[in-house]
């Protein structure tokens, strides 16, 4: 994303103002927040002077920050050129859904056997709150819902070296579990599929519920690799154009 293109896109953006404590943690979630929703693109260069003005912050909490999120592998620092949006490969994304479909299947096996009975009504409660933001179409609220319950069914299936495995493999997929979405037949269908791995949770039915969250990060890992394949089609005939123009 060239820079001019980015203070725009940045405007556009809802941020909640940042607190100064811990602040490059806040720093790193404001990030995380614009990278998941799109509005800091795959492969863009960030600015750290149009960052720093839009966050109210100075260089050296952003740059904390950047080292948080290339931890996550969501940023990419570049010796001596800052860092930029990480960009998986066709063949990267496809093998990372393969092993988050078992890491999410593991999840709801265990979940489903060691969940509190709090923990269980407070997944039945977000997944209500996820359908009411899928009626009102506010895909950012229904994805934080979303993200939560995935989080909730990791820390319920008390295994902290699995939960921390899971964090670390789906932080970089979770821009492009959020643009599958945008598709409302597929959101629709996502949306019908929590509703059953609820249920399934709550009847402790631990085989089904790690076949249900198996098939969901199958389906997800099928909308995204068609859409990255759509934006493959697209970009390649414009970028010869381009060339043949220029030539």
Partial sequence: MPNEMLAPALAAA?????ERTALHEAVAQSLRDLIIEGKLAPGARLNER?????????????????????????????????????ALTHDEVAHTFELLGTLEALNGELAAQRATAAELAEIRRLTREMKAAHAAVDLPAYYKCNHAIHALIGAAARNPVLAETYRTVNARLQALRFRS?????????AMKEHEAIA??????????????LREHVANKRAVVLSQLLAVRAATVPAAVATARAAA
Wanted: charged letters at 25%; glycine letters at 4%.
């Fill in 50 to 86: 149009v960052l720093c003005d839009h966050l109210g912050v100075s260089r050296t909490p952003l740059r904390e920050a950047y080292r948080v999120l290339a931890a996550e592998g969501l940023v990419q620092l570049l010796p001596n050129r800052g860092a930029q949006v990480s």
């Fill in 199 to 212: 249920q399934a949770l709550a009847a402790r039915d631990a085989a089904l519920v790690a076949r249900l």
């Fill in 14 to 18: 809802r941020m909640p103002a940042i």
């Fill in 181 to 189: 979405n945008l598709n409302r037949d597929k959101w629709k269908i």
